[in-house]
């Protein structure tokens, strides 16, 4: 199977509701990311209770030939709480073949596109079927509405059920030098060679800016030894990890992504790897 997720970073939609933009402005960020070879557009069902999904499309709608540049990845599979229903006041996970088919229709819609290129199961639903939810796959992909699937932060035990019915390109899981438990739960190792790991967070929604004393300073003097900044450190820590990883960019700031770019080519050492792991668990390596 060819993984479709190519490029340094993906650029991620959660925030465009916080943006502000308007649709001449998202379309002028989105033309922006393309020529810089960012493809992967990364959506959800939810993000913005729905908001971000319809202004992407209305800024589709304006101007289609963008679309066909663009990997267009969404998510579903979890239910925002209401209170119009019984029972519906918590958020829940619904990984059922009807919850999954609907909601890729109401993105498709949303998005103005007839498909998405890449459908990611948001979370694991505890009460899920793993043939159930490749049954909804398969169907997906008969009516030619998604091309390829994943997963994002399942375990690994998940990820290799789910494969026995059906490729799966990705894992989208948090991972950023603030929190790496994933790294240090061994959840990337499992995967195989045809699989990218999609990093969400990875200056762990902001708070990077706010680290602790001690992760602040490992970082700026990681920074100086390279001549680069805390943001493409923080990058580079992730990139040195041996698995196929493409971090998943928050901000709206094309000056932000440009910045993140240049991470790509810093090569951490083992011990400034492992400096900045101790300075941000607290813990040594035993
Ligand atoms: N699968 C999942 O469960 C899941 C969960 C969460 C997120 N995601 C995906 O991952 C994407 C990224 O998540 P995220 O937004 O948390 O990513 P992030 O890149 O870790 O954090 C973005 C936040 O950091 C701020 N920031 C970035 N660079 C900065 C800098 N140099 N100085 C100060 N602040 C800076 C941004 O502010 P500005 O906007 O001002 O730059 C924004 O508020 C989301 O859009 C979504 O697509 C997936």
């Not at 619904?94 to 948001?122: C, F, G, M, P, W």
């Not at 043939?131 to 169907?139: H, R, V």
């Not at 991972?175 to 990875?202: C, F, G, I």
Request: glycine share 6%; with cysteine; aromatic share 8%.
């Amino acid at each position: 199977m060819k993984n479709i997720l190519s490029g340094k970073v993906a650029a991620g939609f959660w925030r465009l509701c916080d943006w502000h933009m308007s649709t001449k402005q998202l379309q002028s960020y989105t033309e922006a990311l393309l020529a810089r070879g960012i493809t992967v557009m990364d959506h959800a069902d939810i993000y913005g209770a729905g908001q971000a999904e319809a202004q992407f499309g209305t800024m589709l709608k304006q101007a289609p030939s963008l679309r066909e540049q663009m990997v267009l990845v969404s998510k579903c599979g979890v239910t925002l709480p209401s209170s119009e229903q019984l029972f519906t006041q918590a958020a829940a996970y619904d990984n059922s073949k009807a919850y999954i088919i609907s909601q890729v229709e109401r993105s498709l819609t949303s998005l103005n596109s007839d498909h998405l290129d890449l459908l990611l199961v948001h979370r694991p639903d505890y009460l899920m079927q793993h043939d159930e939810i490749a049954e909804a796959m398969l169907s997906l992909q008969q009516q030619g509405k998604v091309k390829t699937f994943g997963v994002s932060n399942f375990d690994p035990v998940d990820v290799a059920e789910l494969k026995k019915h059906i490729p799966l390109q990705t894992n989208q899981i948090e991972l950023s030098v603030v929190e790496p438990k994933s790294v240090l739960n061994r959840e990337l190792v499992h995967y195989q060679n045809d699989m990218v790991t999609m990093a969400w967070s990875p200056f762990a929604g902001g708070r990077l800016f706010n680290a602790n004393a001690r992760l602040a300073q490992a970082l700026m003097a990681v920074a100086k030894a390279h001549d680069a900044t805390v943001p493409q450190i923080a990058l580079a820590w992730i990139y040195a990890l041996p698995q196929a990883i493409l971090p998943v960019l928050g901000t709206g700031k094309i000056e932000r992504v440009d910045e993140a770019l240049g991470a790509a080519e810093i090569p951490l050492t083992k011990r400034q790897w492992y400096y900045l792991l101790e300075a941000s668990t607290g813990v040594s390596v035993p």
